[in-house]
């Protein structure tokens, strides 16, 4: 009995100094850990940096404008016939006053002729009427018939003139004609559309501006329009009309530019950003973009200052700051305060940082940024 209980004292001193030798060395990693993590430097994230730049805008309005052409109609035909002539190509460019359908005429022109010849034969007889009235061999109203006989028949001759020539249908303008909705041998109903006429060049823009602009705005003031169409170009134009009322429910005033089109680029219909410039230059802080960390607390960006590291050396350090921002053109964007000319900001990589953090500034592969960017040639 004795024996047993020498054994399970044995056992259980064995096991305690087993789980103390196993406490110890776990302390001891975890001392181990907390001491290195004390110490522990995160390496420096990699980012690219730009400088504060001070520049000089030129002041600038900005609209999404709709093209408009300056003269625009659908053609048609005033009386109905059959289409016996097509004188233009669907696309093209016609000249004023060129052919463009001409319907069949041969019942009026048969009739002219009858209407000519009754004419002719009326006029003949208000002579003779008025030879005779000076002689007394006829009355008044002998001279006073064949004068209305005679005018009568004129007037019908140019009514059946004028009957003629609605069925010939020509160009009111120079312009630009769209595809055609008739063919030869059709049966084209009075008004029924034949084509639509648009003269483009020049062009109008029309765009809506906020009801503060009006005290800014003037006939004659330059205006600039860009379009997604032709990323590379841009037109410069004026603006041509202010409309003179503001619109009730967006206290918007509607304004209209006008902007050359030679090469007929320009279409109706199309999208286009107008910016309304002004004569007059700012100054304006600016930044890339993608510098801006944008958040519902307010705008931010990480400047880089320079510090000595524990060893001595100098390291860089990001440094939060917020910012107020206004106008963005192209890749940058102008800050109306919380930074100063000169200073250096991340301008690529900020997702990843905080205040305080290492950064490692390499601008080696840095996108270049813009004022007119251009996508890259395929």
């Known amino acids: ?155 019908t001759v140019a009514s059946l003139r004028a009957t003629i020539a609605k069925k010939t249908i020509r160009a009111p303008f120079d312009g630009r004609i769209s595809i055609r909705q008739v063919e030869l041998g059709q049966f084209l109903a009075a008004g029924a559309p034949i084509a639509s006429l648009q003269s483009v060049s020049p062009i109008h823009a029309d765009f809506w501006l906020p009801q503060q602009a009006i005290a800014d705005l003037r006939l004659g003031q330059r205006a600039r329009l860009l379009t997604d169409t032709y990323v590379n170009a841009n037109w410069d134009g004026e603006i041509t009309a202010i409309n003179p009322e503001v619109d009730v429910a967006t206290r918007n005033v509607r304004v209209r530019a006008t902007f050359p089109n030679p090469d007929g680029r320009l279409r109706p219909g199309m999208f286009a950003n107008v910016n309304v410039l002004s004569s007059e230059k700012r100054p304006v802080l600016i930044i890339p973009a993608t510098s801006v960390i944008y958040a519902p607390y307010g705008d931010a960006v990480f400047l880089i200052d320079e510090k000595k590291d524990q060893d001595g050396k100098p390291s860089a350090v990001a440094r939060q700051a917020f910012v107020r921002l206004g106008e963005r053109r192209g890749d940058f964007v102008a800050v109306e305060s919380g930074l100063k000319a000169g200073q250096m900001v991340v301008s690529n990589g900020a997702f990843k940082l905080r205040n305080g953090s290492a950064v490692k500034v390499n601008n080696a592969f840095a996108p270049e940024a813009g004022l007119a960017p251009k996508p890259p040639q395929e």
């Open 1 to 155: 009995m004795k024996t047993k209980t020498k054994l399970w004292v044995v056992a259980v001193v064995g096991l305690l100094l087993v789980i103390g030798l196993l406490v110890g060395i776990k302390a001891g990693q975890i001392g181990a850990m907390i001491k290195a993590g004390k110490s522990f430097v995160p390496p420096a994230e990699s980012v690219t940096s730009a400088k504060v730049e001070a520049e000089e805008w030129q002041a600038a309005r900005p609209a999404i404008g709709t093209l408009v052409a300056v003269r625009a109609v659908t053609l048609a035909a005033e009386l109905a016939g059959v289409v016996r002539e097509i004188g233009f190509d669907s696309g093209t460019f016609v000249k004023k006053n060129s052919l463009l359908v001409k319907l069949d005429t041969t019942t009026e022109e048969a009739q002219l002729a009858a209407a000519v010849a009754d004419a002719s034969l009326a006029k003949i007889s208000l002579e003779r009427a008025r030879t005779l009235r000076q002689g007394g061999a006829n009355t008044q109203a002998d001279l006073d018939g064949a004068d209305a006989r005679a005018k009568q028949t004129e007037a």
